[in-house]
């Protein structure tokens, strides 16, 4: 069994900065990516960032500039550091990881978090 913790969220005024942590523990056999979820009432949850293990990233266009995904995969952790947060980023944050390889080196992996919220008030 994989376990993913999240940490970092919380309440922000907006044009401040937070930095979300996960770490995985458990059976990994490996890692070939991590990436960042968010989710809002009534809406499916989106990719926000994902950061493979030879260090490819991609993001959703409306953090481009704003956000950075890293990753260290000998802690088995990947972090996101968003920077001039905006209302629009509240939501629930969650971690997941793929340990399998895929064509598609973005696609979604079997292990999710538990989530993170971040609140962004102006």
């Known amino acids: 069994q994989v376990h993913l913790a999240e940490t970092g969220g919380g309440s922000v005024q907006a044009g401040r900065s937070l930095r979300l942590s996960c770490k995985a523990s458990g059976a990994i056999s490996r890692i070939n990516g991590m990436s960042w979820y968010r989710q809002t009432p009534g809406q499916q949850r989106e990719l926000v960032a994902a950061i493979t293990a030879g260090g490819s990233v991609k993001y959703i266009d409306s953090v481009k500039g704003r956000f950075i995904i890293s990753r260290d995969f000998s802690k088995n952790s990947v972090y996101l550091q968003m920077n001039d947060l905006k209302r629009e980023d509240t939501g629930v944050y969650y971690c997941?990881?793929?340990?399998?390889?895929?064509?598609?080196?973005?696609?979604?992996?079997?292990?999710w978090g538990q989530g993170t919220q971040v609140t962004v008030s102006l």
């Open positions: 997941n990881l793929r340990d399998h390889a895929q064509t598609d080196v973005f696609a979604v992996g079997q292990y």
